[in-house]
């Protein structure tokens, strides 16, 4: 059943490696400078976003104990032609729970600063906590697979999708799902896993947390993402700090 599938994919969430954007379009090249791909051991595992000039965000799912990341920024194509940058501190919501994907939400501090370009910059993200309106129109971008079974795309994918009411959300997802802490989306595409920014005019409100389990192309699910807006003081505390 749908309910299975949901909780199954909970339990192997940490253990998937491919992911990607489900009838979406390429993307123009580096139409979204702020797109960084994370990667392990030169492969890449997850999407993030940059959101100022040393801080990425991503999911906290996509770390795993002991394993070193990277990031490349400036890639359409994240094969070639783009810039390695080593991790400083990661940065694991403490709150982060791996099996109900609560608070999954994690920041990674790069090296160096990267420097602005044509092909970097950072996105914005909500000023203060509060819902997204049903029925906004926004959009999802990353690499990897296109279909449940299809092969992987190294160029950015990007597609637009539709806020659903938190109230129906609940109804669909039950008791793993928080109406104060996630948000979902739906439409005629979305993704099939690990992370990249929910993007609303133009600002980064949500990064993506599970889905429905080996059914991309067709879910009958909504795809849910964790709530930027709700881990502001969290998010704000870091980047000030500067460790």
């Not at 948000?183 to 005019?201: S, T």
Request: hydrophobic letters at 35%; a positive charge.
């Amino acid at each position: 059943t749908i309910k299975i599938n949901k909780l199954l994919y909970i339990k192997q969430n940490k253990l998937k490696s491919v992911m990607g954007i489900v009838n979406g379009t390429e993307a123009k090249p580096h139409s979204r400078p702020y797109m960084v791909s994370v990667q392990s051991d030169n492969k890449h595992k997850c999407g993030g976003f940059l959101v100022s000039e040393e801080f990425v965000i991503t999911a906290a799912h996509c770390f795993k104990e002991g394993e070193k990341l990277t990031v490349v920024v400036g890639a359409h194509d994240y094969t070639h032609g783009s810039c390695h940058m080593d991790v400083k501190f990661y940065h694991i919501h403490p709150g982060y729970e791996s099996k109900s994907l609560l608070n999954d939400i994690m920041l990674l501090q790069l090296h160096e600063k990267v420097n602005k370009s044509k092909n970097v910059n950072w996105i914005s993200i909500p000023k203060k906590n509060k819902d997204i309106k049903t029925k906004v129109k926004c959009s999802v971008a990353g690499w990897g697979k296109k279909n449940t079974k299809g092969a992987a795309s190294a160029k950015l994918m990007e597609v637009d999708v539709t806020i659903i009411d938190a109230k129906e959300c609940k109804k669909y997802w039950g008791k793993n799902y928080s109406t104060s802490r996630m948000l979902c989306a739906g439409g005629r595409g979305g993704f099939c896993q690990c992370d990249r920014p929910l993007v609303c005019n133009n600002v980064a409100v949500g990064v993506v947390s599970f889905n429905e389990l080996n059914n991309c192309n067709s879910p009958k699910l909504p795809n849910v993402y964790t709530k930027i807006s709700k881990f502001l003081s969290w998010i704000k505390r870091h980047l000030k700090k500067k460790c």
